[in-house]
């Protein structure tokens, strides 16, 4: 059965009768507050693991309706929440001073109480040194008395506003310095998408200064014309604070602007904990917008990066069966600037590098090796080197071709005997760049470097093509080498690739030599 849960991850010290006492303070809480019956919520409790793997104990509180009745979510929102804790607190202060629940606080039929089952006064305690918690500290009342705490992460809240029908337009604000942005890991990117298709007006501020920065590299501004595409760029000369503190975002909520801000700076930098107030609380107050903004043409400043830089969107054009997708795809980009591939054919290529974290299913690894085999200007003389990042964990058997692969040693021994001229290199995946980037070294030691914003996993396999995990390497290498399934684009608004070229002045770390 599907329904709606609320759980509260406990304290360590919390104990499973504490656990189980408090959750029928709160229901009895929100019922109260929702004039509803005590039987319409179920309750629980169970061992759970926070985030630095240590043990702790969960409470549960869940619609008893199948598919849920929006009762319990309620919890979600950090002023509910807070408004039941503070009067579950005034239930556990039970009259009868009993120890483990009675009618005249919190017993009820669905719980089964013996000696130790459930500790009301324990609860009691527990749920105090909760609400002291949710007080917001005087350091961080930035919007004066009105400082209220998020209590979840701002991508959370987004989506809880926007699904509400509540969020009427958002204004997100990239902190921090370029070199550390994560565009293509960012926990907002798919948001964005989602706030496009309800039609609610966003638009993403960087300040023209970072613009203009040469750590503004161009894997951040190909990420930032991909994000474009759901939300609007533009460009101020200051990012707005509070106090101290930066803020993340305008939010028009019910005719009502706030601003969202973070206690700890490490929330402001957008990558996959942005906004998430792990050490410190987002916090947030009403607000008036007083930032002056400029819009900001995105495919302008791909193109004046460099003097030669070309940029692609591709959406359907190389949709088709998979063998014969390396075709295609050199196909559209000669056919942006044809002399350039002229010349690849003319010079030679000497050795051809690619680079991507995310190569990890028998789909990506089909979709590259087309690719490679058709290199404009390869011989039979042209390195080859894959970089990838090493997976990171030990996962279950798939048996589709876009499943991962569940161990590294099959997929080192897959890809090679696939590509037997090509050198693979691990890496840690902190140690590459988000940027799935192939570089293609001519024997003059000109370089053309193609970006692709979100690699060959931006295409997905039509239907669920089947791929025999368990078979041996050489197998799965002929299985992938002769697969037909059709591949289309995933990316509803396509995807941007750019293609670069380094003039020979400029120098390679690694130039080519001849033996």
């Known amino acids: 059965m599907r329904t709606d849960v609320f759980e509260l991850q406990l304290p360590q010290a919390a104990t499973r009768p504490q656990g189980l006492a408090l959750a029928a303070g709160l229901r009895e809480a929100l019922v109260k ?63 009868e001073d009993c120890r483990f629940g009675c009618p005249a606080c919190i017993l009820r039929p669905d719980i089964y109480f013996d000696d130790g089952a459930i500790d009301r006064p324990g609860a009691l305690e527990l749920a105090g040194n909760i609400f002291s918690l949710l007080a917001v500290p005087l350091e961080l009342q930035v919007f004066g008395g009105g400082t209220r705490i998020l209590g979840q992460p701002l991508c959370n809240w987004i989506e809880r506003q926007k699904s509400a029908g509540q969020l009427q337009e958002l204004i997100l604000f990239l902190h ?26 966003t638009t993403l501020v960087l300040t023209k200064k970072e613009i203009s920065s040469n750590e503004l590299e161009l894997q951040h501004k190909l990420q930032l014309h991909r994000l474009a595409g759901s939300a609007p760029i533009a460009m101020t000369d200051e990012l707005p604070r509070t106090g101290k503190l930066p803020v993340l975002a305008y939010a028009k909520i019910a005719g009502q602007t706030v601003a969202i801000a973070a206690a700890d700076l490490g929330d402001e930098t957008p990558r996959p904990r942005w906004g998430v107030g792990e050490t410190r609380p987002i916090v947030f ?14 495919d302008r400043l791909i193109e004046l990066s460099s003097g030669n830089a070309k940029l692609i ?67 039979a003389q042209t390195q080859i080197e894959i970089i990838t990042a090493a997976l990171e964990y030990a996962g279950m058997p798939g048996y589709c071709a876009y499943h991962d692969f569940s161990e590294e040693q099959q997929r080192k021994e897959v890809i090679e005997q696939l590509m037997p001229d090509a050198q693979l290199r691990l890496r840690q995946k902190r140690e590459l760049s988000h940027a799935r980037r192939l570089e293609l070294v001519l024997a003059n030691n000109q370089v053309m470097t193609i970006f692709l914003d979100q690699g060959f996993g931006a295409w997905k396999a039509q239907g669920s093509p089947r791929h025999d995990f368990k078979a041996a390497p050489e197998k799965q290498a002929e299985a992938i080498r002769k697969s037909t399934y059709e591949v289309s684009m995933a990316e509803k608004g396509g995807m941007p690739i750019v293609m670069e070229r380094t003039p020979e002045d400029r120098g390679l770390a690694h130039p080519v030599t001849s033996a």
């Open 33 to 95: 507050k929702l004039g509803v019956e005590a039987r319409e919520i179920g309750l629980a409790v169970g061992p759970s693991c926070d985030e630095a793997r240590n043990q702790t104990v969960s409470t549960f509180l869940y619609d008893r309706m199948a598919g849920g009745s929006g009762l319990v979510e309620r919890l979600g929102e950090y002023n509910e929440f807070k408004s039941c804790l503070e009067k579950a607190i005034e239930v556990l202060y039970c009259r």
């Open 285 to 298: 107050g009403d607000a008036l917008v007083s930032t002056r903004m400029h819009p900001m043409q995105t």
């Open 176 to 201: 921090g310095s370029a070199k550390d942005w994560q565009l293509g890991d960012w926990t907002l990117a798919k948001t964005l998408s989602r706030l496009r298709e309800h039609n609610v007006p």
């Open 313 to 379: 969107s591709v959406h359907s054009q190389i949709d088709g069966i998979a063998t014969g997708f390396g075709k295609r795809f050199w196909k559209i980009l000669e056919q942006l600037d044809p002399l350039r591939f002229a010349n690849l054919r003319n010079q030679r290529v000497a050795r051809i590098s690619y680079q991507d974290r995310y190569l990890k299913s028998p789909l990506n690894v089909k979709l590259l090796f087309e690719v490679l085999e058709t290199v404009p200007g390869k011989t």
